[in-house]
DNA sequence: ATTTGTGAACCAATTCACAGCG
DNA sequence: CGCTGTGAATTGGTTCACAAAT
């Protein structure tokens, strides 16, 4: 009972909430969670229940019934319409304490995400840090990522210049990268896309709106 | 020359943006960089240059000039207006990988961000991590966050029932905490303000921003 | 010449409120 | 009843375009 839906193409703000919802239903559905309300996925994304709804029904509809979602079902079709589900190969590039911890822990805790290489341009480095992934000298970056078939990169730090790890990654076919050094990374190569997370950034968030809640009941 | 504002209290948008903003005048500053325009910041953040003038015209002016911004006068009026700047005392709450990561890089590469403590509830863990700050058991987690005046609490992992954790760390005097589980928390106790990283969500929009461009020029 | 600050116009996204259904 | 799906209304956010300043 999944009608696929109409073709306007979702907008960037529900993408992006879809995806967390993705990752909701996949943990309701290891907990054995057979069907699940829109009030509920809300509450544990933060959200209302009427932007839940709005945002599956970009995606499709399942049929309206007063029993709420089917945990599997709505997770086929978001699997299907984002193209989620199967198994993306990505690589760790800087292997500072995040990166480390990155490629120590394998690719552990990161859903369908597997780390297939690290990279950094001390090689020192190299030899002291344990890894569960073989771990490259950057120079043999573009090489190694085309070989090993890397989509993405989550990029943990930088020596110096940003372009030119930017350029190795996109001549060597990686077509997505996820900058988590809290600094900008410069111009991308055309064909590449670049996001960032910056947990420095979400601190600095949540010390301003505790500033700013000081006085008041709420 | 720093005009303080109209009482508008800035939107959330704006306020997150300027996080960010703030964030890279301090590279700037430490890069010795006197002077930048709303058109560099802009390309730097992935924003318009409109939108980063209009973002901090919310909350001050310098003077219009043909010279771009002033680093340090700019970010001194960000750190006061959003009580930025200071050190704020944090804990990490769970030893899992990235919880290990955190406290062994002491707080280094976290900007005003102390780290002062860390838990969880094997207690075997806490003997065989090698740390730089003190650790704890769980079950001493609402004194030792009252006695080392923890304001923030960085959550990497809970064993079963958030809510008990939530309500010790609220009970100690913490009011903000920053949930990296990419899990949900459950509700939060009242006066307790949560916010969260979910790095595998970031990396499935990534992926799935990377399919739907799949075949286009751009 | 350039760059800021800002009305005004525009576009996006969220919420409201309710019809429809099991 | 309780819950979904969705027009309509509303709120929020971004861009445009230009006056002011130097």
Known sequence: MIRQRHGEKPAAATLRRLCALYGRLEDASSDGQRRVTSFELAADLGTSAASVRRDISTVGELGPSPVGYEVEGLKRLLAETMGLGRTVRVCVVGLNWLGHALVSGGSAGL?????????????????????????????????????????????????????????????????????????????????LVCNSVAVLDELRYLSVMLRSEEGQSR
């Open 111 to 191: 859903g369908g995400f597997q780390i297939v290489a690290g990279f950094d341009s001390n090689t020192n480095r190299l030899e002291t840090t344990s890894s569960a992934v073989p771990l490259f000298p950057s120079y043999d970056m573009e090489q190694v990522v085309r070989r090993e078939a890397v989509e993405i990169a989550l990029i943990t730090a930088v020596s110096q210049p940003a372009g030119e790890i930017l350029g190795r990654l996109s001549r060597g076919g990686v077509r997505g990268v996820l900058n988590m050094t809290g600094r900008s990374l410069g111009p991308s190569p055309s064909g």
